[in-house]
Nanobody
């Protein structure tokens, strides 16, 4: 059973940066593709970024390309999301997810991920 714990959320002004972390336990993290999703108040959960188990392939939502970077350190069983040039619309709860997919495949559909963290709140103010 994969257990995921997010951290690093907080309040920041627009244009600022945050780095989220997702610590995994109960698994060998390299066997799992990882992703970040977010859910804004009153909206459905949406895909933000994903990274394959090896870290070779990454995918991003168009809204965050060039500003967010997903990375992983399998030795530390941790996945990161570096968020730069934050905009107000980035406000929401950010969730880390783990999934078993074919090698170097990323999935952007939340229903395909079987393990989720509890989420960390990110608030961006103008």
């Amino acid at each position: 059973q994969v257990q995921l714990v997010e951290s690093g959320g907080g309040s920041v002004q627009a244009g600022g940066s945050l780095r989220l972390s997702c610590a995994a336990s109960g698994c060998s993290l390299s066997n799992y593709a990882m992703a970040w999703f977010r859910q804004a108040p009153g909206k459905a959960r949406e895909f933000v970024a994903a990274i394959s188990g090896s870290g070779i392939t990454t995918d991003y939502a168009d809204s965050v390309k060039g500003r967010f970077t997903i990375s992983r350190d399998n030795a530390k069983s941790t996945v990161y999301l570096q968020m730069n040039s934050l905009k107000r619309e980035a406000t929401g709860v950010y969730y880390c997810a783990a999934g078993s997919f074919p090698r170097n495949t990323n999935v952007i559909v939340d229903g395909q991920y079987k393990s989720w963290g509890q989420g960390t709140q990110v608030t961006v103010s103008s």
